[in-house]
């Protein structure tokens, strides 16, 4: 990791949970859709500390364990660790985005710096 991994950075993206999900077993599919989204957040933030938020957690969660949603659009922000015992300077946090079901064409959103 070089330095640009020390900038503040913010993401906005849809994650395809169907693809990833494609052959688990029913009662670990929403614990695995969670994994997928912290692997995704840690290859495109370059943190190995990941923290995912609670309403995203909840719209993962809300059909229950194996009806998991198809798509879901994730919000990655890259933050300043404030805590002096910290292993890493940065950590990331993702949260959810609300959009509309029949929404085509919604591209991924990169700002520096926020």
Do not use: C
């Amino acid at each position: 990791m070089g330095r640009e991994s020390h900038v503040p950075k913010t993401i906005e993206t849809t994650i395809n949970l169907h693809k990833k999900l494609k052959g688990v077993s029913a009662l670990k599919r929403a614990p695995r859709a969670i994994k997928a989204i912290r692997v995704l957040s840690r290859q495109l933030m370059g943190t190995s500390d990941v923290r995912v938020d609670t309403n995203l957690n909840k719209e993962v969660w809300s059909k229950g364990v194996n009806h998991v949603p198809f798509k879901v659009r994730i919000k990655m922000s890259r933050k300043v660790n404030e805590d002096e015992d910290a292993k890493e300077p940065m950590y990331t946090y993702v949260s959810f985005v609300e959009f509309p079901k029949r929404h085509h064409g919604k591209k991924t959103e990169v700002t520096e710096g926020s």
